[in-house]
C-alpha cells in the first residue's frame, strides 16, 4: 500500500478556517487519501494537552500532565463511543482562565498585556508550555503558580493519527 500524498495548508486571515476547511474537502474528495500535517501558524496556538481517560462516579475524565479535566456529556459520550484510553485535549487559550479552584496546575512564565487582552504563558509540570488568554488578570507574577479551569468548549483528537474526533 502507498503512502497517501501529504499536504500543509497555511492561511493567513481570519477566513483562513473556512477556506482551509472547503480545500480540505475538495483534495480529500479528488485524490482520496490525504495526509494532512503541520500546527496552528497564528497566536495565540490551541493548547494540546495529552492524557490517559478514566472513569469515577460516572464521570469520564482525562489526567493530564496539569491535573485532571472532567469530559462534558458529548465529548464522554464519543470517547466512551469509540472505547478510547487515552486521547489529545484541544483547549483554546480564550477557553481557560486563572481559578483559584481550578484543576490544572501551572506557572506563570511570560505575560504580555494586549491593552484589553493579556496573554499569559504558563509552564507545566513537564515543561510543556500552555497559553491563556483573557481580561488583564490581576496579581500575576512570572513564577506565580496559578490553577487553571477549563471555561469553554473542549476538543478531542485521537492521540494517534491526530485527527479531530466528532
Not at 493530564?64 to 459520550?77: M, N, W
Not at 507545566?124 to 503558580?145: F, K, R, T, Y
Request: net charge negative.
Amino acid at each position: 500500500m502507498s503512502k497517501p500524498p501529504c499536504v500543509m495548508l497555511v492561511a493567513a486571515e481570519a477566513s483562513g478556517d473556512a477556506l482551509g476547511a472547503e480545500l480540505a474537502a475538495a483534495l480529500k474528495r479528488r485524490l482520496g487519501r490525504v495526509r494532512f500535517v503541520g500546527g496552528f501558524v497564528g497566536s495565540p496556538p490551541m493548547n494540546i494537552l495529552a492524557g490517559a481517560v478514566s472513569e469515577s462516579e460516572g464521570e469520564l475524565s482525562v489526567a493530564t500532565v496539569a491535573g485532571r479535566v472532567v469530559l462534558p456529556a458529548v465529548e464522554a459520550a464519543l470517547v466512551r463511543q469509540l472505547s478510547l484510553e487515552s486521547v489529545l485535549l484541544g483547549v483554546r487559550p480564550e477557553d481557560l482562565s486563572v481559578d483559584h479552584d481550578g484543576d490544572l496546575a501551572a506557572t506563570v512564565s511570560l505575560i504580555e498585556s494586549m491593552g484589553r487582552l493579556q496573554h499569559v504563558t504558563c509552564r507545566l509540570a513537564d515543561g510543556h508550555l500552555i497559553s491563556v488568554q483573557g481580561a488583564e488578570h490581576v496579581a500575576l507574577d512570572v513564577g506565580d503558580h496559578i490553577a487553571l479551569s477549563v471555561c469553554g468548549p473542549l476538543h478531542l483528537f485521537d492521540p494517534v493519527t491526530e485527527r479531530r474526533l466528532s
